[in-house]
Structures are given as C-alpha cells and as structure tokens.
C-alpha cells in the first residue's frame, strides 16, 4: 500500500480543533508563480514565468539565463493541470535581485514532483543571489530512492533525509519548507503532502550553523541553485513544477494548514464537486412542516500519484453538517463507508436528510485513509461548503425601478417575488428615500403592480413595495426604493416667428 496522504501535522490536530478554509493566504506572500498563468502552447520553450503576487513590491518573476536551457510547457502536466516540465539539461529560470525583510524568514510551498534522475536535485533556491552560505535555503526534492533522501540545503551545510525515509514517490507532492533568521540549520521545517518530516533530520551538515539571511541582493532560481560565490551547481533537476509561493514571514501552523488545503482543494486532493454546490440557494424538497429533504453528494480525493482516478486509500469519508455554524463546535461526524472494490468509488453522498426551511447549512466532507480517525493527522481535511435551503419567508427576486413620464401619462411600478404561501402587498410613497421610516410614509397601493394613472406634479416622489406572507409580518420583505419623476414642458418656440 503507498504512503497515505495526510494534510494536517499532529501539533496542527492539537492546535487547532475548529477547521480552516481553504483558501489562499496572502500576507507576507512576495512571489506566486503558477503554471496555469501561463497562456503558452504544448511544448513552448517557457523563458519567462511572471510573478503572480500583486500586494507585494517585489517581481519574483522568473526569466531564463543566456546560455542556459529553457524548460517547456506542459499544457496537460497531469489530468487536464498544466505544468512546467525541467529536464536536467541545464534548465533553469532565475528573477532578478530583490529586497526583503531578512527577519522574517521564509516559507516557501511547491506543488511538483520529486526528482527522477540520478543524484541530488534541486527544485528552486531562495535567499542571496551570490548563493553565500548561511544566507539561502535550497529545497532539494527527489523520488529517486538510490541517491539519497529530501530536505534542505545551505550551501555550507544541509538537513536531509535517509533514502530509506525519503517521504516523496513518485508522482506530484504538495510541499512546504519554513527557516527562519537565526535558525540553526537542522531546525527547518518540511512537510510533505500536510505531514512535517522534520525536525529532527536524518543527516545533516553543520546542523548547528545559523541561518543569516540579508535584506538586499536576493534571488529566486527555479531548476537548480548556486553555489557559495554564485556558481550554478549541478544540482539540475528533473521533475513538473504547477505552482510556487513564496511568503517573506513565518507562517503558524494554522497558516501554514489552510496554504496546503488550498492547493489540495485546488488540485483535487480532497472531496471537491459538491452537490448542492457551494452557495447554492433554495434547496431540497418540501415535505411540510416547514421541513426539506437534501441529499448531498461530492467527488473523492484524486490519486496523488495520478491525478486521474480516484485515491484508492480513501476508505471512509467523516460528514460534518451544521445550520449557521461554520466551525462545527460540538458536531460529531456522521461516518460514511466508502465502500470497496477495485476500481474504487469515485462519488460519496448522504441522504436524503430532512432539514429545516430558512437555514444555511455547512458542510465539509473530510477523508479517512487506510481507516484513520477523525482526528488522525493522515485523514484529510476537507474544505466547507455552504447552501441555503428553500425559504418560507418572501423573497423579490425583481426590484423596481426608477421611472420618469409626462404630466398626464401612467406610471407604474412592478416586482417580482418567491412565495410559498400567498402574498399582500403595499405600497408606500416616501418622503426621505428609506423605506424604514414608516411614519412619514403613505400607503398607495396593495397591487403586486403600482399603477398611477393621469400623473401629476405631486406623484413625484420615492416609492417601495412591502411584501407579506403567512410567515407574518415580522418576515416582511421590502424591495428598494426607487424615484418617479413627473417631467414637465419648461419652454415653447414655435417655427413661424410668432414668439419673437
């Protein structure tokens, strides 16, 4: 059976008990670089890779070096996801120099494949451009068990593990490594796939050297680093690169958690698809009693190796559903089989399950692997969804709108409203252009349609519409307030000189 794949840490269950959403942080992130910003053909030789990061004053764009290889485009690197392919033919891409806050250190995140040629392989390097010791971190990544293991690289020292611990297979990986200013060198953080590998390493180089990074004269290179003094290594490396991010900060655990969640719900790793979709409104079926039926079905999470079928180490899926309670304190999952068999099922569901009218609901699907626990570091965490089910209350679905006519013409003023039960309607001319100031308001119609006939100056005015059901009163829904203008003749010339 392969390694599971896991995305939060121990100390992360610990910390944190309340889910995170999946979605990009964006404080501290300097550099973003993203496979599918590229608007390039199959195979196009790519020389430049654009930053995608826009809050930041720092291009970490990435360009090809004269006299060096380009690495290509992969429009379909896996399963419809396009790549950046390295081919170990002294391919690399390098920015410019920048300037940092060196206090803050660097987390840095990789959605790639490991390495698969021979010997030590070098994804990308952050920090001094010269590639002086002590003021970089290098990330070397391979899937090759022969040569040695994973980790990080200082130039003047390292943090690997074994070949026999290497935690990359073959296929992609989502990454992440953390150093920080004065870090000693075995102290850096990898995790692989939401579980951190380290500390303690296996091996390691100088491990008490401390990291020492400056705040000016830095670099990004892509497909290799360099060396003490700025020589390039030949550390080339051979592998698929989708996504790079690069935060000049320490992100927490809990940061570090929702980043990693992000590019599994980004790439498929997790439950994703669901049904009803999120934000999806007005559902279930009624049943009386002010009660709905909803079912709920998703996607599983893709195989990592793959990225095309299904991940066959899913065993059973944790359901966790609350109405207008996104952390689901206090909720107890509902345990779902996922059932057996080769190939395994791609769709988990649940239901139907009679809710309540007038709710919005959470939901998040989280993922056992090989029989993990809810609170096992290896189950995967999901992302949360939110639907809202049928209303009983009204709801306009067309406001009216401003209107302007001649003395003497019609005016009038329609909407268009969702109901369950029946529905009055009044009508109000205001005075102060709210429609929450009832005593200086007059009621003038309780049509679902205003029709002022023989319009006169005094018609001019604000209007809106209240709207009721046999949810009463309290549930009233008021549309906008719009303005009706009474246009009036100001001038008259007539053609045959008689004005003048």
Not at 31 to 54: E, F, K, M, Q, T
Not at 211 to 240: A, C, H, P, V
Request: hydrophobic letters at 40%; a negative charge.
């Amino acid at each position: 059976m392969r390694k599971a794949l896991g995305y939060l840490s121990a100390v992360m269950i610990i910390l944190f008990t309340a889910p995170v959403q999946g979605v990009l942080v964006t404080e501290g992130l300097i550099i973003h670089l993203r496979a599918d910003a590229l608007n390039l053909n199959d195979g196009d030789p790519v020389a430049v890779w654009p930053d995608s990061a826009s809050n930041d004053i720092i291009d970490g764009t990435v360009l090809q070096i004269p006299g060096r290889g380009v690495p290509t485009f992969s429009i379909d690197g896996y399963d419809g996801f396009p790549a950046v392919r390295f081919s170990t033919a002294q391919e690399l891409l390098d920015s410019n120099v920048w300037t940092w806050d060196a206090t803050k250190g660097v987390t840095v995140f990789g959605v790639f494949t490991g390495g698969t040629a021979r010997g030590i392989q070098r994804v990308c390097q952050v920090g001094n451009g010269l590639g002086n010791n002590h003021q970089v971190v290098g990330a070397d990544m391979v899937s090759n068990q022969t040569d040695g293991g994973s980790g990080l690289r200082y130039n003047n020292g390292n943090a690997l593990t074994t070949a026999a611990n290497n935690p990359l297979t073959s296929g992609f990986h989502v990454c992440a490594w953390q150093v920080n200013q004065g870090w000693a060198y075995n102290a850096g953080r990898l995790y692989v796939d939401g579980t951190q590998i380290a500390p303690p390493w296996d091996t390691s180089v100088n491990p008490a050297n401390l990291i020492n990074f400056q705040n000016t004269e830095n670099k990004i290179t892509i497909g290799n680093g360099r060396l003490n003094g700025g020589n390039l290594s030949d550390d080339w490396y051979d592998g698929m690169i989708v996504e790079i991010l690069v935060y000049n900060a320490q992100l927490t655990e809990e940061q570090i958690q929702t980043v990693q969640m992000y590019l599994a719900n980004k790439y498929l790793l997790s439950a994703h698809d669901p049904d009803p979709a999120f934000g999806a409104l007005s559902q279930g079926t009624l049943i009386g009693g002010g009660q709905v039926e909803v079912e709920l079905s998703w996607n599983i999470g893709l195989d990592p190796q793959t990225f095309s079928v299904p991940n066959e180490d899913i065993t059973g899926h944790y359901l966790y559903l609350a109405a207008d309670e996104p952390n689901f304190i206090g909720i107890a999952p509902i345990e779902i089989d996922a059932g057996s068999g080769s190939p395994v099922e791609p769709t988990g569901s649940h239901g139907p399950m009679v809710l309540e009218m007038d709710k919005v609901y959470y939901w998040r699907v989280d993922e056992s692997v090989n029989g993990s626990a809810p609170d096992d570091p290896n189950t995967i965490l999901g992302t949360i969804w939110r639907f809202e089910t049928v209303k009983s209350i009204p709801v306009i679905t067309q406001q009216p709108t401003n209107q302007a006519v001649f003395l003497g013409q019609t005016a009038a003023l329609g909407i268009a409203v969702e109901s369950l039960s029946p529905l009055t309607f009044e009508w109000y001319k205001s005075e102060d252009n709210a429609n929450d100031t009832p005593f200086d308001d007059v009621l003038v119609g309780a049509e679902q349609t205003l029709t002022l006939e023989n319009v006169q100056a005094g018609d001019q005015g604000y209007y809106y519409c209240k709207v009721i059901n046999a949810s009463g009163e309290q549930n009233a829904a008021y549309s906008t307030v719009v303005k009706l203008g009474v246009k009036r003749q100001v001038a008259h010339w007539t053609l045959d000189w008689a004005d003048y």
